[in-house]
């Protein structure tokens, strides 16, 4: 990658009261990128799906991301159109939940600003506002305001992932899963996947999840810039 760099936070706890009424402590990156290691090829695979069940502002799913563009740039740096398409696809396989909204708010932000500085880096004159539209869009729905224990969102609702296939060409379907849902899928087949919410990740198998789970809402095909339009 270039020399790129993302917004951190500073420091690991943002105050006393939160860590006491939250546990919240951040992870530095030489943790981050430690147990990230420890997952080294799925981490960098445009297409592997991760779940940060404790997101906090973002420090493991920015890294996340960092390494997937880098295989994006790797494979289609040299094609705007390319790496536009599998940028938003590495971005769409990202997923995180916290407690704390301002958390969330923060974790978006990084999250987009790294994408669309990478995205502008290459695309250069090619980028496109509909793209990072798209980008947004997927973003505000892939990292929620919840609870990852409780499988609910702040507002008392199941918590909901939306998972975006690369169908063919530039299409993309969208296909909405209750997180409680796939979380008793993989409790009842152990041989096809293990959940540990003790990980920073969660990296889960599309084949797995579509097999064995039944998305709450199954959305007609669209453009991977035109994703906003799925009402």
Same mark, same amino acid.
């Given at each position: 990658?270039?020399?790129?760099?993302?917004? !951190?936070?500073?420091?690991?706890?943002?105050?006393?009261?939160?860590?006491?009424?939250?546990?919240?402590?951040?992870?530095?990156?030489?943790?981050?990128?430690?147990?990230?290691?420890?997952?080294?090829?799925?981490?960098?695979?445009?297409?592997?799906?991760?779940?940060?069940?404790?997101?906090?502002?973002?420090?493991?799913?920015?890294?996340?991301?960092?390494?997937?563009?880098?295989?994006?740039?790797?494979?289609?740096?040299?094609?705007?159109?390319?790496?536009?398409?599998?940028?938003?696809?590495?971005?769409?396989?990202?997923?995180?939940?916290?407690?704390?909204?301002?958390?969330?708010?923060?974790?978006?932000?990084?999250?987009?600003?790294?994408?669309?500085?990478?995205?502008?880096?290459?695309?250069?004159?090619?980028?496109?506002?509909?793209?990072?539209?798209?980008?947004?869009?997927?973003?505000?729905?892939?990292?929620?305001?919840?609870?990852?224990?409780?499988?609910?969102?702040?507002?008392?609702?199941?918590?909901?992932?939306?998972?975006?296939?690369?169908?063919?060409?530039?299409?993309?379907?969208?296909?909405?899963?209750?997180?409680?849902?796939?979380?008793?899928?993989?409790?009842?087949?152990?041989?096809?996947?293990?959940?540990?919410?003790?990980?920073?990740?969660?990296?889960?198998?599309?084949?797995?999840?579509?097999?064995?789970?039944?998305?709450?809402?199954?959305?007609?095909?669209?453009?991977?810039?035109?994703?906003? !339009?799925?009402?």
């Amino acid at each position: 990658m270039t020399g790129l760099k993302d917004n !951190k936070a500073v420091g690991q706890i943002r105050s006393k009261e939160r860590v006491a009424e939250h546990g919240e402590v951040f992870t530095d990156e030489r943790e981050v990128n430690a147990m990230l290691d420890l997952v080294k090829d799925e981490s960098s695979r445009i297409e592997s799906r991760f779940l940060e069940p404790a997101c906090g502002n973002g420090n493991f799913v920015i890294e996340v991301l960092n390494r997937k563009l880098g295989t994006v740039r790797r494979k289609y740096g040299r094609s705007p159109s390319d790496y536009e398409k599998f940028s938003i696809i590495a971005v769409s396989s990202i997923y995180g939940v916290d407690i704390l909204e301002d958390n969330v708010k923060e974790c978006r932000k990084r999250l987009y600003d790294f994408w669309n500085a990478h995205y502008t880096e290459i695309c250069g004159p090619d980028c496109r506002d509909e793209v990072r539209k798209a980008a947004k869009y997927i973003i505000r729905h892939n990292i929620l305001h919840g609870d990852a224990l409780t499988m609910l969102k702040n507002n008392g609702e199941p918590i909901v992932f939306a998972q975006w296939d690369l169908a063919m060409g530039n299409k993309v379907q969208r296909l909405d899963y209750r997180l409680d849902s796939l979380m008793r899928t993989h409790d009842e087949d152990q041989d096809q996947m293990e959940l540990d919410f003790g990980m920073p990740e969660w990296n889960t198998d599309r084949e797995a999840d579509t097999a064995l789970s039944e998305p709450v809402r199954k959305y007609p095909l669209v453009n991977y810039w035109e994703v906003q !339009k799925c009402r």
